[in-house]
T-cell receptor
């Protein structure tokens, strides 16, 4: 059962533009995490935001969390061709922090 | 530092065959897990382990067995392969099972085709 759902499914932008991806989830969470997957590779952790946090930054990444709307957004500023990848949100599953449930991902293409 | 190592990278099986996908981590992580990734389905949790000797089922455990006899290794066994098990399999580990506190580290995957 999917907990997080990313939106949009695919996004194509030009280098230098900002990219925004959204994630909605269904039940209360302890934390929400964002991961990146380059084609043919494993996922790489980007950022973790706890339920009592509203915003976190890491380099060109900005993540927000709105627990009242059960949603999160990932903003990549000044995108580069190397940011081309799929981005996934993940939340702890209902009933247990030992299971991380992933959404279906947003495929981001950054055109040079 | 190798991180999470999965072998093999590619495998083709015939229906009914069995095999073991290997996963090893050298970070002394307590938590290890297996996911499968299918087009349009995202990642789905198969089995996980919070420490040596302890395993539990995830979202899609049927047709798969796991064991955790050491901290480092977490093999995934396909008992009788079926075409529905064609997928990319990822092993991931974390420092603890409290995943709200420690992120997952992923291997590079095993691409399995069952004919």
């Amino acid at each position: 059962s999917q907990q997080g759902e990313e939106d949009p499914q695919a996004l194509s932008i030009q280098e230098g533009e900002n990219a925004t991806m959204n994630c909605s989830y269904k039940t209360s969470i302890n934390n929400l995490q964002w991961y990146r997957q380059n084609s043919g590779r494993g996922l790489v952790h980007l950022i973790l935001i706890r339920s009592n946090e509203r915003e976190k930054h890491s380099g060109r990444l900005r993540v927000t969390l709105d627990t009242s709307k059960k949603s999160s957004s990932l903003l990549i500023t000044a995108s580069r061709a190397a940011d081309t990848a799929s981005y996934f949100c993940a939340t702890d599953a209902p009933g247990g922090s030992e299971k991380l449930v992933f959404g279906k991902g947003t495929k981001l293409t950054v055109n040079p | 530092n190798a991180g999470v190592t999965q072998t093999p990278k590619f495998q083709v099986l015939k229906t009914g065959q069995s095999m073991t996908l290997q996963c090893a981590q050298d970070m002394n992580h307590e938590y290890m897990s297996w996911y499968r990734q299918d087009p349009g389905m995202g990642l789905r949790l198969i089995h996980y382990s919070v420490g040596a000797g302890i395993t539990d089922q995830g979202e899609v455990p049927n047709g798969y067995n796991v064991s955790r006899s050491t901290t480092e290794d977490f093999p995934l066994r396909l008992l009788s392969a079926a075409p529905s098990q064609t997928s990319v399999y990822f092993c991931a580990s974390s420092r603890t099972g409290f995943l709200y506190n420690s992120p997952l580290h992923f291997g590079n995957g095993t691409r399995l085709t069952v004919t």
